[in-house]
């Protein structure tokens, strides 16, 4: 039951991927759509500045993560805006990832849970402190994936069997188990390590 509900957020989180795109693509359109009425009309100066602000925004939407891999850039930008809309700062360090050889499933599977997990816990910190930042290192390194993310915690957590125990007994990370699958399937490390201020995971494959 577990696997199945992890599927269906897997899911989820690519169809939200494609959806934001599929929206970017009509809004476009109907930029364009515009630039030409503009132009039929004899608005050229219009046009033109229309058209520099429209390229500036795209340049600006296509070069915000770039890593050379669709999947990877798809995936990092959500969670780059997601960052950027609760106000949770990021320091990232990627590298070029053409070469990467997980499957589609399996990406978002190692990116969105530990940026959804650093995601949530900045938001706890961002709440008492009113400042939050996550540190990621993306880069391949002597033919490895390093795969690092670092963010603030409120608390420090205990960890168990390569996920999160809380205070309380009951358990969270459960996302941290399926990127645990993900890391063994390929003969990879996976190390998480927590103290007062910070939680660390690091991924290696």
């Given at each position: ?12 989180d ?5 959806e ?24 050229t ?19 915000a ?10 995936v990092l930008n959500?969670?780059y805006?997601s ?9 990232l ?5 053409q070469?990467?050889c997980?499957?589609?499933e ?9 940026l ?5 816990e ?6 008492n402190?009113?400042?939050?930042v ?26 168990e069997?390569?996920?999160?125990k809380?205070?309380r007994?009951?358990?969270h ?14 003969g990879?490390?996976?190390?998480l ?13």
């Amino acid at each position: 039951e577990q696997n199945q509900k992890n599927r269906i957020a897997d899911y989820q989180d690519r169809e939200e991927i494609y959806e934001r795109q599929r929206r970017k693509m009509h809004d476009y359109k109907n930029q364009l759509s515009t630039i030409q009425t503009l132009i039929k009309n004899g608005h050229t100066d219009e046009a033109l500045s229309f058209t520099q602000k429209l390229t500036e925004s795209i340049a600006v939407e296509m070069s915000a993560i770039n890593t050379n891999h669709p999947v990877v850039n798809a995936v990092l930008n959500q969670k780059y805006r997601s960052m950027q809309e609760k106000h949770i700062a990021v320091i990232l360090k990627v590298g070029d990832l053409q070469e990467i050889c997980l499957e589609e499933e399996e990406i978002v599977i190692l990116l969105s849970n530990l940026l959804d997990n650093a995601i949530r816990e900045s938001e706890k910190v961002l709440k008492n402190t009113g400042k939050a930042v996550i540190h990621l290192k993306l880069e391949c390194e002597d033919h490895k994936l390093i795969f690092a993310v670092r963010n603030p915690v409120t608390e420090k957590v205990e960890i168990e069997n390569d996920t999160i125990k809380s205070k309380r007994g009951d358990h969270h990370g459960i996302g941290l188990l399926n990127v645990k699958a993900v890391v063994d399937k390929y003969g990879g490390d996976m190390v998480l390590s927590c103290d007062e201020n910070e939680f660390k995971a690091v991924v290696i494959l």
